[in-house]
C-alpha cells in the first residue's frame, strides 16, 4: 500500500495556497469569507474554537458523487457516515436532499446503537439506515436488534451471536479482501496484515457456515477499503474491489442471494497540493466495471468526502515563539477539537483571516492550547509573519472533528456557526 509521500516543504518565499477557493470559501477585500460572512468578524464575536460550516457544501459533495454514480449507470444507494457529522442542522440538510433509496436521497450508515436512535430521531427511517459495527456486544445487540435495520456483520463471532439471537435475520457480511487504501497506513482499514476489521478470505467458509447452522439470510458484502484515499490510489481501491468480488462469487456459489455491494466509505479530500483528488468518474466506472456481471445495488457509505471541507476552525495567534530552530506558532484551540493531524496525520491547511494570500516567509509548527507535546496542527509549515491576535483558519476541519470533540485539560469544544450561501 503506498499511500502519498509527506509533502516536502516549500523553497522560501512561497506563494499563499490558493487550490481551496471555492464558491462559499474566498477572499472578498482581502479577507477570508464563507458565504459572504467575514470570518475574522465571527472570530472576534464569538471567539475561539469557533467551527463555521458552509451548509452548502455537504449537498454539494453529495451531488458531485451520485453524478458521477449515475453517468456510470450504476444502480447505486447513499448512505452518509453519521459518525463523520452527526450534528442535527447538518443532518437536516441531508435528510431535505430526497427520499432514501431514491438516486437523490441519503440514508445513514450507523456505527453504534446511538448513532441508530440518532438517525432515528432525525428523520430516518429503519429501512435507510444501515450498521455496520465492530465489536458488538449483547448489549448492543438488545438495540441493534429491536430495528428493521441493515446490519453488516464484520466477523465469524457476531454472526454467531446474531444468529443465536434472530436466527433467520436478514444480514450483510463485512470483509476485508485483502487489500485496502488510506490517506496513510494507518488509515488503511483493509489489507494484507489483519485489521480488526470484517471476515478474511481465509475465514469466509467459516462465516457461511455459521449464516447457514443459523439460517440467517445474507444479502449483502460489504467492505471498506480505508479513509482518505486521493486520486492516485484509485487502484488500490480497485485491488480492494476486486478481491471483493471474488469473495463475493464465493457468497453467490453458497447459495447467497446477494443484492447489495456496499464499498463503504473512504474517499478523501484534497488537504495540501500537489495532492490530487479522487476521480469520480474514473471512480464510479470502476465499480461498474467490475460489478456489471452481477445484478446487485452498488451502495455508497462516504462520510469525510461529504464533510471535511464544509467547515473551517477559526483561532487565534496567541504566540509567536522561537525555540531551537523552531518557530512555534501557538493558536487558542487544542488537539481536543482538531485530531486531525496528531491523530491521522492528516494535513491541513492554515489560512490568515486578514490578508489572506500574503507571501509565505517563514517554516513554522502550528501548535495548539493543550498540555501536550503532540498538540500540533502542522509542521515545516510556510506561514508569512503573523502577528500576536492574529486570526486563522484551520481548513478542512467538517469531518469528524466537532464530533470528537472533548473537554481534555477543561478546555472548551467550542461553538458552531451554520453559515446559508447567498442566492
Ligand atoms: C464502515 C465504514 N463506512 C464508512 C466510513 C466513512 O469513512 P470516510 O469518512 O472515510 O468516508 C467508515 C469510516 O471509518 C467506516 O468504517
Redesign the pocket.
Known sequence: MSAPAPIAPPALPAAAPTWWRRPGLDVVGDRLALNGHDLDALLREHGAPLFAYDLARPAESVRALQGALRRAGLRYVTRF?L??CPDPRILAVLRGLGEPGTPEGIGI?A?SPGEVLHALANGWAPDSISH?GTNVSERDLDVLLAHPIRL?LDGVSQLERVGRRAPGRTVGI?VNPGAGAGYTDHLA?AGERPTK?GVMPDRLDDAIAAARRHGLVVDTL?F?A???WLGGQLGEFEAALARATVMLERLLDAGFAIREVNV?????RVAREPEVPVDLDAYAQSIAAHLAPYDVTAAF?????VMKDAAVLLAEVVSVERRGDVTFVGLDVGWNVNCAYFIYGYAQEVVPLVAPLRERTQLVTVAGHINEAGDVFAEDYPLPELAEGEGVAILNAG??LAAMSMTHCLRPTGTALYLERPG
Open positions: 457516515a459518525k463523520s450508515d456505527c455496520t453488516n463485512r482499514y476489521f460489504h471498506h480505508g479513509s482518505g463503504g466509505g473512504g474517499l478523501g457509505e462516504p462520510g469525510d468526502f469531518g469528524y
